[in-house]
C-alpha cells in the first residue's frame, strides 16, 4: 500500500544546531508539503513543492529550507535551530491531476523540542 | 484575511449520541471545504471535501453540510463512539493560488462511554 512516513518521529536538538527531518511518499504525488502545528494555531505551511527541482515558501517559512531531488523525497531542513521552532511537524503528498479537489494525505508526525 | 474559525474548540459527548461542530469562513476565491479528522499523535485525515455547489456530503456516520452564501459549514457525527475522540478540522482551499490550504484550530470532540 501506498504512504507517507516521516522520521524520526521524536527529535530533541539544541539551539543552534542544524536539523534535518525526513519525508518519503510512496503515492507518487507531484505536490508535497511541510506544515507546523502548535497549540492555538491551525497547521501553517512552511514550505511546498509541485514537482523535482521545484520549491516555495510558505506563510512561515524563516529559518527553514526544503530541497526537491526526486519525486519520492521532501526534506525540511532547519538552518539553526531556535527554541520558537519546537513543534510538531507534518508532511503532506497530494496528486497534481485532480481539478482542485485533491486530497492531502498526512505523514504521522514529527515532534521536535528544541532546547 | 483568510481566516476559518471553529466552534466550539472542545466538546464531551456520551457515546451513541449525536453532535454537530461548526465552521465559518472568509476565504475568498473559495473553492472547497474539507473536514479532516486528527487522532492523538497522527496525521490528519480527509473525511470530506465539498465544492461551492454542493450542500451536503456523506462519510459514514459523518455528514458535512455547507451554505456558501452564509460562509458556513457544519460536521454532523451520527450515534458517536469512543473512536470519533479526536480533533476535527475544517479547511478551505483557495482558488487558484496554487493549492493553497486555510486550516482552523480543530474541534476537540471527546466520546465518554
Known amino acids: 500500500d501506498a504512504e507517507i512516513t516521516q522520521s524520526p518521529r521524536h527529535k530533541i536538538t539544541e539551539t543552534g544546531r542544524q536539523v534535518t527531518l525526513a519525508c518519503h511518499q510512496t503515492?507518487?504525488?507531484?505536490?508535497m508539503f511541510w506544515y507546523r502545528q502548535d497549540l492555538g494555531h491551525g497547521l501553517r505551511l512552511i514550505h511546498y513543492?509541485?514537482?523535482?527541482?521545484?520549491?516555495n515558501k510558505g506563510e512561515v517559512s524563516d529559518g527553514y529550507s526544503v530541497s526537491r531531488s526526486n519525486t519520492e523525497d521532501l526534506p525540511l531542513t532547519l538552518e539553526s535551530a531556535a527554541s520558537s521552532q519546537t513543534s510538531v511537524y507534518f508532511c503532506?503528498?497530494?496528486?497534481?491531476?485532480?481539478?482542485?479537489?485533491?486530497?492531502?494525505?498526512f505523514g504521522p508526525g514529527t515532534r521536535l523540542l528544541v532546547l | 484575511k483568510n481566516q476559518v474559525e471553529q466552534s466550539p474548540q472542545s466538546l464531551i459527548i456520551l457515546e451513541g449520541k449525536n453532535c454537530t461542530l461548526q465552521?465559518?469562513?472568509?476565504?475568498?476565491?473559495?473553492?472547497?471545504l474539507r473536514w479532516y479528522k486528527q487522532d492523538t499523535g497522527r496525521g490528519p485525515v480527509s473525511l470530506t471535501i465539498?465544492?461551492?455547489?454542493?450542500n451536503t456530503k456523506s462519510n459514514g456516520r459523518y455528514t458535512a453540510t455547507l451554505d456558501a452564501d452564509t460562509k458556513q459549514s457544519s460536521l454532523h457525527i451520527t450515534a458517536s463512539q469512543l473512536s470519533d475522540s479526536a480533533s476535527y478540522i475544517c479547511?478551505?482551499?483557495?482558488?487558484?493560488?496554487?493549492?493553497?490550504?486555510?486550516f482552523g484550530q480543530g474541534t476537540e470532540l471527546s466520546v465518554k462511554p
Open positions: 503532506a503528498s497530494s496528486d497534481s491531476n485532480s481539478g482542485g479537489q485533491e486530497t492531502q494525505y
Open positions: 503515492w507518487n504525488h507531484n505536490n
Open positions: 513543492s509541485y514537482g523535482v527541482q521545484d520549491t
Open positions: 465552521c465559518n469562513y472568509t476565504v475568498s476565491p473559495f473553492s472547497n
Open positions: 465539498m465544492t461551492f455547489s454542493e
Open positions: 479547511v478551505v482551499r483557495v482558488y487558484n493560488q496554487g493549492g493553497k490550504l486555510i
